[in-house]
């Protein structure tokens, strides 16, 4: 998309509303076109003005944020930002939001935290919504039921996602076995959200997946989401464990994907390195280490990512050995990660 980004801010709270549209309106590549107060004024204001992008909160009257977000999916599928408290409530709402279509979430100002700080990264996610692909969820490909299915104790495989990963993950590591392959995870996420994260996927998922934690050894069957926020999660060692450093951020990031890659590269185990729908170039590079270090690599094709930005960096510099559609992902993954490894056909 190009021009400028129309945006409908929809928030029962007067203050909220006029925060988040005094943040939009400081970047000139925005105009907020209105503002309404509950989904019912909302839902009459799209039809009126066409918005390409809907900021939306969660907890409001007459109809709350999830079930108006369920209709504009089904309806008429379009950009939203949910805007939500950085709370434990805040996060397992958001979440579901995430994974019902919305493409990103921001947090509200809270204790300790001002509009500014709060609202730092509004514009910039709501201009990468405004150019994303929203589209009601098709099928996954069945992921074939084999009994004799096994994967080598030794198999590492890293997965890397920023913008509409949380959708991404879940169709993955919902299909994964009990006995998948050992798993890391990098998903770009605030801090107070990644352990309601990896909750929600222990309940989708035969797998066994948790927060990581320091010093935790990686074993077949589990999955190791990295904290949001404050370190970067690397696997260590001749028998690999998840270390959670401190550090600066890389490639704009922390946790980065670029430092989980780059770790699991340096193990010389069998691996398998997967780079998902997102913004920005984080985890191109480090995916093209894993490649060089004998990894099979996998990017999500540009018609299924939510924004295509991660992968496409990653397929333009060689780090990509196949591209698939998000459908086909399991179900390949699982294919590459097998004891001995079956036929992955390249998407036409």
């Known amino acids: 998309m190009t021009g400028i980004v129309r945006v409908l801010v929809v928030d029962d709270s007067p203050t909220m509303r006029g925060l988040i549209t005094a943040a939009l309106r400081r970047d000139p590549e925005i105009d907020v076109v209105g503002s309404a107060a509950d989904p019912l004024e909302a839902r009459a204001l799209i039809k009126e003005l066409n918005p390409d992008v809907i900021t939306l909160d969660v907890e409001m009257p007459n109809m709350n944020g999830l079930e108006f977000l369920e209709k504009i999916m089904r309806l008429r599928p379009m950009p939203v930002v949910m805007v939500s408290t950085l709370t434990q409530a805040g996060a397992e709402i958001t979440l579901e939001a995430l994974e019902m279509g919305a493409v990103d979430a921001v947090g509200k100002p809270g204790a300790g935290v001002t509009a500014a700080e709060a609202f730092a990264e509004l514009t910039l996610k709501v201009k990468t919504a405004a150019r994303s692909r929203v589209r009601a969820r098709g099928p996954v490909e069945t992921v074939r039921a084999h009994h004799d ?200």
């Not at 490639?251 to 069998?270: E, I, M, Q, T």
């Open 149 to 348: 299915y096994r994967v080598s104790p030794d198999h590492i495989l890293a997965i890397g996602a920023s913008t509409g990963g949380v959708e991404a993950l879940l169709t993955i590591i919902s299909a994964f076995p009990a006995n998948c392959p050992a798993t890391v995870v990098t998903q770009h996420m605030p801090a107070t959200f990644t352990a309601s994260f990896a909750a929600r996927l222990n309940k989708a998922s035969a797998a066994t997946v948790t927060e990581a934690v320091d010093g935790a050894p990686l074993m077949p069957g589990h999955v190791y989401i990295a904290p949001g926020g404050l370190t970067h999660l690397e696997v260590l060692g001749t028998t690999p464990r998840c270390r959670l450093s401190d550090g600066d951020t890389v490639s704009g990031h922390r946790p980065s994907v670029d430092v989980l890659f780059r770790s699991v590269a340096r193990l010389k185990k069998p691996m398998t390195g997967v780079i998902l729908t997102g913004m920005g170039r984080d985890g191109a590079q480090g995916l093209l280490e894993m490649r060089n270090a004998g990894a099979h690599t996998l990017g999500q094709d540009e018609a299924s990512s939510v924004v295509y930005g991660m992968p496409r960096v990653a397929h333009e510099i060689g780090a990509v050995e196949r591209q698939l559609p998000l459908s086909r992902m399991p179900s390949a993954i699982l294919d590459l990660c097998a004891v001995p490894p079956r036929d992955v056909h390249s998407a036409a």
